[in-house]
């Protein structure tokens, strides 16, 4: 009888299929059971004039994966013109469970330049098929370690500190247990007056009182003298996050902000690959892990960048803006964590929902945002009102 041998190269490489048989054995199937996962059509719903919608991969047996489709992504400044066309070479024909493989940026031209725009809505469309074909939410395929998150209530930029103490007693009569701080940016160009926003820090606190869960997000707008003062305030107050209070780019002024300050920094939603997270965790320049999967390659590589922090001995924070599916995707990503920290949701709550989403995402009684228990991404599409919203269909 011959000896078989597996090196470490091709039990590495065959990892994708072995995940992929892990999670319908736990699910009760058989990979005969599965059904056809190959790509048959790519197309996008446009629904707006600035040419955002929905976008649509569907397989061969019929399974369609969703997400939203922005034309433009406002933090890497990302221009999706022509996902369309993009997503079918790379896809028709192509099966679901082969996901890691049709976005991955482990090659070195493409490691240097940073995530592709494109990949984001490829990889959560494929995750929503998958969790579908199994009949999962995708949380629970990525290994479930809790079934709610406790949600902060994310501010706009209002303009006057009597807008933000108004704003917290509202969120506290909601159920908020949190509040974080988008400060005032100043016309013409949103610039930020340090000394206004020490001004709001106090009266939230004071509004929301000493039990009161605050978190700060300045948007990268100090220079490090204004962030230092920022950071000392926060200190005293008691604050649990101080968000990107530099540049992103600035990696020593932010390692000595860290070095300075008690209050944690929360930083990488202006990082725009994951290969690029690991520098500020080596020089100091992070305390808690903030990732924006659409900046980073989805589901997937934002799981790559939460285990980065888990095993650097961090926790990590998921950014939630935005509309349903924006939110559910990071909501997937925190609640199979262990080192996630909180939901962001966005208020007034339902700001950015999209009459074609069936189940809109809100906080309970509790302060809590419980998991969905749908398959997929798990907020089911309403295609009577999608097709009342399309202006036109890309395929």
């Not at 058989?30 to 600035?50: C, F, G, M, N, S």
């Not at 976008?55 to 061969?60: L, M, R």
């Not at 993009?86 to 090659?107: E, H, P």
């Not at 240097?112 to 494929?126: E, K, P, T």
Request: hydrophobic residues 40%.
């Amino acid at each position: 009888m011959s000896e078989s041998r597996l090196s470490r190269r091709t039990f590495l490489g065959g990892s994708a299929l072995l995940s992929a048989a892990t999670l319908s054995a736990a699910a009760g199937i058989k990979p005969a059971d599965l059904p056809d996962l190959r790509i048959k059509e790519v197309k996008a719903h446009i629904t707006t004039e600035d040419g955002d919608g929905l976008a649509c991969v569907v397989t061969n047996s019929g399974i369609e994966g969703n997400y939203t489709l922005r034309r433009r992504y406002w933090h890497p400044n990302w221009n999706n013109q022509g996902w369309v066309e993009f997503s079918k070479q790379v896809l028709i024909g192509k099966s679901a469970l082969d996901r890691a493989s049709l976005t991955s940026q482990w090659d070195p031209v493409e490691r240097r330049r940073g995530q592709s725009s494109y990949a984001s809505a490829i990889d959560h469309c494929l995750w929503d098929i998958l969790g579908k074909a199994v009949g999962l939410p995708v949380y629970q395929i990525l290994g479930a370690y809790r079934h709610r998150m406790l949600a902060y209530a994310s501010s706009q930029h209002m303009h006057t500190v009597d807008e933000f103490v108004e704003s917290v007693h509202k969120c506290k009569a909601e159920g908020f247990k949190a509040y974080k701080i988008h400060p005032p940016q100043l016309p013409p160009n949103g610039t930020s007056d340090f000394k206004l926003d020490m001004e709001v820090a106090k009266a939230v606190r004071q509004a929301g009182g000493e039990e009161f869960i605050l978190l700060m997000d300045p948007v990268g707008a100090y220079s490090r003298r204004e962030a230092l003062a920022v950071g000392r305030l926060l200190d005293e107050l008691h604050f649990v996050a101080y968000e990107d209070p530099l540049p992103t780019t600035d990696i020593d002024g932010l390692a000595e902000l860290a070095r300075a300050l008690d209050v944690p920094l929360h930083v990488g939603e202006f990082i725009f690959s994951i290969y690029d997270y690991a520098e500020y965790i080596r020089r100091g320049a992070v305390d808690v892990v903030r990732f924006l999967v659409d900046n980073v390659g989805g589901i997937t590589g934002g799981m790559k960048i939460a285990h980065l922090a888990e095993c650097s001995g961090m926790e990590c924070a998921p950014h939630n803006w935005g509309d349903t599916l924006e939110q559910a995707v990071h909501f997937h990503c925190e609640l199979a964590a262990p080192n996630a920290l909180y939901y962001e949701m966005t208020i007034p709550q339902g700001v950015y929902d999209r009459p074609y989403i069936k189940d809109p995402i809100r906080i309970s009684s509790d302060g809590y945002v419980y998991a969905p228990s749908m398959p997929g991404l798990g907020y089911a599409i309403d295609h009577d009102a999608l097709d009342n919203m399309t202006k036109s269909v890309e395929s």
